[in-house]
């Protein structure tokens, strides 16, 4: 069964908590073990901190956009702004690459959401918005499919 949410807020940084909890709220149907769920606490994080500091500098008039879809196991989530939008989308995933190092970014944002999803993709138009794309597999409901 096809089961799917969508959030949208504010541009702020203390929504990002509100976020993170969310998600894992609505995901813990799937009955994920605590390490899989603190890895999509942590990615969606790190996507809506990238999408507040990044893409809208702050600004909190923008509106930062995620929805969950949960199908046969997997969790798709997407986080999308319409804020700066990333010129080069190769170079920004590499580890250590940050455009903010004097706010002590360490660049590695992109690299953890990798880590801990099975599956992203990045798409990007300068000035019009980022949209993140991201997988997980979750072992035990996948077990149960079989
Ligand atoms: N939503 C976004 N909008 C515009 N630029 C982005 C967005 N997300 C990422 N970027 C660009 O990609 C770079 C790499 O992102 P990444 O999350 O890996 O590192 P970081 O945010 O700079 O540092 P960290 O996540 O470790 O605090 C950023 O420095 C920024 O230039
Ligand atoms: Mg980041």
Request: glycine letters at 6%; one cysteine or more.
């Amino acid at each position: 069964m096809r089961n799917e949410m969508h959030l949208q807020f504010s541009a702020l940084s203390q929504n990002e908590s509100f976020a993170r909890v969310t998600v894992a709220a609505f995901v813990a149907q799937l009955d994920p073990t605590m390490d899989e769920l603190t890895e999509i606490k942590t990615v969606v994080s790190e996507a809506v901190t990238n999408a507040i500091i990044h893409g809208y500098n702050n600004d909190p008039n923008g509106m930062v956009y995620i929805s969950v879809v949960i199908e046969e196991g997997a969790v798709r989530i997407t986080i999308r702004d319409e804020g700066a939008g990333i010129a080069d989308i190769e170079e920004a995933r590499q580890p250590l690459f940050t455009t903010k190092p004097e706010l002590e970014r360490s660049g590695m944002g992109f690299t953890i959401m990798e880590n801990f999803m099975d599956e992203i993709s990045i798409h990007s138009e300068v000035n019009k918005g980022t949209t993140v794309h991201l997988t997980k597999y979750i072992m035990k409901s996948k077990a149960l499919c079989n």
